[in-house]
């Protein structure tokens, strides 16, 4: 399918503004109550202004990802902090495009953030299929390699927040 290949485009994107030899920071996943919950890894003081779900475009001559969801304005603290329900209006005021029909098996949540009055992207790869294969605790995500994660470890993987715990 087409993760192989995007992932690494969209890694090579991401890696991009992270500093050289740094890490790549996973977004965690988890079904709460048939909906899902996406913890998108932020820098301290970082917020969530919206999110969205793609996946790559069908149509080869435009290239790119076709979007399938987006909303934005955070309606609760929680998702401002980067852990919010897709296609949920708990996690967002304005949804501005619904998603139709049934979450793919693989896709992208991408959000905007604000830090420190700058916007940045975040995204993270989503692959529904590892979910079948753990058995997670309360506050416990998965990413998409399969890898079991708390909300505070899955901030920790970016560099800003390693650099907070120096001070």
């Known amino acids: 399918m087409f993760p192989a290949l995007l992932v690494g485009v969209t890694l090579a994107a991401l890696t991009s503004c992270i500093p050289p030899n740094s890490p790549i920071a996973y977004a965690g996943f988890r079904m709460t109550g048939g909906?899902?919950?996406v913890a998108m890894p932020l820098c301290s003081g970082e917020t969530v202004e919206s999110a969205k779900i793609a996946v790559p475009s069908k149509d080869e001559e435009k290239g790119g990802f076709e979007t399938l969801?987006?909303?934005r304005g955070p309606r609760t603290a929680e998702a401002r902090g980067g852990i919010f329900q897709v296609n949920s209006p708990r996690s967002f005021a304005e949804v501005t495009k619904d998603l139709?029909?049934?979450l793919p098996d693989e896709f992208y949540v991408d959000t905007r953030q604000v830090r420190k009055d700058r916007t940045v992207n975040g995204s993270g790869y989503v692959d529904l299929a590892e979910l079948e294969s753990v058995d997670l605790a309360d506050g416990e995500f998965v990413t998409h390699?399969?890898?079991v994660m708390t909300r505070a470890e899955i901030n920790a993987q970016l560099p800003c927040n390693k650099k907070d715990k120096q001070k």
Do not use: P, Q, T
Request: charged share 25%.
């Open 69 to 71: 969801w987006s909303a």
């Open 100 to 102: 139709s029909g049934a």
């Open 145 to 147: 390699e399969g890898k």
């Open 35 to 37: 909906d899902l919950v």
